[in-house]
């Protein structure tokens, strides 16, 4: 029992870990875009990376007993971490027009929807029959690489605020962990009868 306690322990420290580690990585590339704001956003941002490592021991702590159940909030968390720091960018570049309102209510209702149909969304992982969402998902992922490669040519081409191309692409890579993370909130008992 000891044996396999450790065990755990180990399997739980890698991913936090890991997660700590993806979250650094885009935690600095958020807070450079834009460069004229990186140290207020780099103290926000740290802020955030703190709570929500401690959100994660907090879960541990709750949920050590249920790992499945652990690991599916972990996988949350992280997404939505990543959330967090993918749309801050294109919000920091918008601030104070109307496209900043616009792309607020759009975030807003895209969270609301996702966390609303998180039965639905789940369903399409792990039921055969339904997978319509993960075929737009796939579409979207190659239309996200295609924008990419087009925002950053013409954003070489123009006289753009620097990394605008790059804050808009982490937007537009945003939106598909805010569609994805709310499926792991769903039980895996529920999960199990989404199967059938």
């Excluded at 650094?24 to 103290?43: G, K, R, Y």
């Excluded at 926000?44 to 907090?58: D, G």
């Excluded at 029959?129 to 490669?149: A, P």
């Amino acid at each position: 029992m000891t044996i396999e306690m450790d065990h755990q322990k180990q399997k739980v420290n890698h991913r936090l870990g890991l997660t700590a580690m993806i979250y650094f990585f885009i935690m600095l590339a958020s807070s450079f875009m834009p460069e004229d704001t990186v140290l207020p956003w780099l103290i926000i941002n740290v802020s955030f990376f703190l709570i929500v490592m401690t959100i994660l021991f907090i879960l541990w702590k709750r949920h050590k007993n249920d790992s499945v159940r652990y690991y599916s909030l972990q996988v949350y968390a992280m997404l939505m971490g990543i959330v967090f720091f993918g749309i801050t960018p294109v919000f920091k570049l918008l601030y104070g027009s109307l496209s900043f309102w616009l792309l607020l209510v759009f975030t807003i209702i895209v969270l609301s929807v996702s966390h609303m149909m998180k039965n639905r969304i789940a369903k399409s992982f792990v039921n055969k029959k339904h997978k319509i969402l993960l075929t737009i998902m796939s579409i979207y992922v190659i239309l996200l690489i295609v924008i990419g490669i087009i925002l950053m040519s013409i954003m070489r081409i123009n006289d753009s605020t620097e990394n605008t191309g790059m804050s808009i692409l982490f937007f537009l890579a945003s939106c598909l962990f805010m569609v994805m993370a709310p499926a792991f909130l769903v039980r895996a008992n529920e999960i199990e009868k989404l199967k059938n």
